[in-house]
């Protein structure tokens, strides 16, 4: 049994694989070339990220294939219907990243409340010169206690968003197409746990009442937030996209930002992925990251771990 990280796997991803007597090939096979490749090693597994895209024509085209593993949340790299409709298992890790992505929505809020990644572009050039009037341009600073955040999608990501949010001292309303109401359980460090309902309301509510919004969908056919929504937010609000690009109107919320309508945005997702817009890139109101939400660490071992017992249980079962 051979599989092909073809993105990549954690250590302890190719450890629990290999235990189980099942060879793991890291080579980085360029999208022209996986289906020779595929073909030529008789790949049984192929794991992809985001950046691998396994449609249609490889699936067709490689009948050694009994299992493509997507290690993360969203599949839209991955033509999952026609695959199992092949009788091909399709397999994720839907709540192996969801705290990194969770920290990541907050690393942007904290930086965007005061004022932090415009101030790690400006220091570096003005520090040494301008020290006293960059200190009075980011002096108008805010917290988050006490503010309300709309999280769209509450799912796993949705929720460790709330948990945060509950632990900053913040509102939370959440909006979700299957959800009506939701047991949040925080649990601290010596094993207490306080569990809060969280009820979810349409997104046409939420985004007139939040302070901060962000989003937790998966790709999207039209925009979540256009134009439209934009204008029905709160002055002075702020949104992040942690998801998927194309689900943000970037022209809406670079005319937004400039306007002052909304105070800021945190990126990690962008409609032109990998080539993000200029505009964006450079707009000192966003702050920005390369879609890094599940890059850590501890979510990249639970990730490699989770695709492992899947492809064991799937390929040698008891």
């Given at each position: 049994m051979k599989v092909l990280a073809n993105?990549?796997?954690?250590?302890?991803?190719?450890?629990?694989?290999?235990?189980?007597?099942?060879?793991?090939?890291?080579?980085?096979?360029?999208?022209?070339?996986l289906i020779?490749?595929?073909?030529?090693?008789?790949?049984?597994?192929?794991?992809?990220?985001?950046?691998?895209?396994?449609?249609?024509?490889?699936?067709?085209?490689?009948?050694?294939?009994?299992v493509i593993g997507r290690g993360g949340v969203g599949m839209d790299n991955i033509d999952v219907a026609y695959a199992r409709g092949k009788g091909l298992h399709v397999i994720n890790t839907p709540a192996a990243s969801s705290a990194s992505v969770a920290e990541l929505v907050f690393a942007?809020?904290?930086?965007?409340?005061?004022?932090?990644?415009?101030?790690?572009?400006?220091?570096?050039?003005?520090?040494?010169?301008?020290?006293?009037?960059?200190?009075?341009?980011?002096?108008?600073?805010?917290?988050?206690?006490?503010?309300?955040?709309?999280?769209?999608?509450?799912?796993?990501?949705?929720?460790?968003v709330a948990k945060i949010a509950l632990g900053c001292g913040m509102k939370v309303i959440a909006s979700d197409n299957q959800v009506g109401e939701a047991d949040i359980t925080l649990d601290f460090y010596d094993g207490q746990q306080v569990t809060l309902k969280i009820k979810t309301a349409p997104v046409s509510e939420l985004i007139q009442h939040s302070d901060f919004i962000t989003l937790h969908v998966p790709a999207q056919k039209e925009y979540v937030i256009g134009k439209?929504?934009?204008?029905?937010?709160?002055?002075?609000?702020a949104i992040i996209n942690a998801a998927r690009g194309g689900i943000i109107d970037e022209v809406a919320l670079i005319e937004a930002l400039d306007s002052g309508k909304l105070s800021f945005a945190g990126l990690d997702t962008f409609e032109q992925e990998p080539t993000p817009a200029v505009k964006v890139l450079m707009n000192h109101k966003i702050s920005l990251s390369p879609h890094i939400g599940?890059?850590?660490?501890?979510?990249?071992?639970?990730?490699?771990?989770?695709?492992?017992q899947q492809i064991v249980s799937i390929l040698k079962p008891a």
């Amino acid at each position: 049994m051979k599989v092909l990280a073809n993105d990549g796997i954690s250590q302890s991803g190719i450890d629990a694989l290999e235990k189980a007597g099942i060879e793991v090939i890291t080579t980085k096979v360029a999208q022209e070339q996986l289906i020779n490749f595929i073909n030529e090693h008789q790949i049984d597994v192929v794991l992809v990220r985001s950046a691998t895209q396994v449609r249609k024509e490889v699936i067709d085209a490689c009948p050694s294939l009994k299992v493509i593993g997507r290690g993360g949340v969203g599949m839209d790299n991955i033509d999952v219907a026609y695959a199992r409709g092949k009788g091909l298992h399709v397999i994720n890790t839907p709540a192996a990243s969801s705290a990194s992505v969770a920290e990541l929505v907050f690393a942007h809020l904290f930086g965007g409340v005061r004022f932090l990644h415009d101030a790690n572009r400006n220091m570096p050039l003005d520090g040494d010169s301008r020290f006293k009037d960059l200190k009075k341009s980011y002096a108008q600073g805010s917290e988050l206690r006490g503010k309300t955040i709309g999280i769209i999608g509450f799912g796993r990501i949705g929720r460790e968003v709330a948990k945060i949010a509950l632990g900053c001292g913040m509102k939370v309303i959440a909006s979700d197409n299957q959800v009506g109401e939701a047991d949040i359980t925080l649990d601290f460090y010596d094993g207490q746990q306080v569990t809060l309902k969280i009820k979810t309301a349409p997104v046409s509510e939420l985004i007139q009442h939040s302070d901060f919004i962000t989003l937790h969908v998966p790709a999207q056919k039209e925009y979540v937030i256009g134009k439209k929504e934009i204008e029905q937010m709160k002055e002075g609000a702020a949104i992040i996209n942690a998801a998927r690009g194309g689900i943000i109107d970037e022209v809406a919320l670079i005319e937004a930002l400039d306007s002052g309508k909304l105070s800021f945005a945190g990126l990690d997702t962008f409609e032109q992925e990998p080539t993000p817009a200029v505009k964006v890139l450079m707009n000192h109101k966003i702050s920005l990251s390369p879609h890094i939400g599940a890059a850590t660490g501890e979510a990249q071992d639970r990730i490699g771990t989770e695709l492992a017992q899947q492809i064991v249980s799937i390929l040698k079962p008891a």
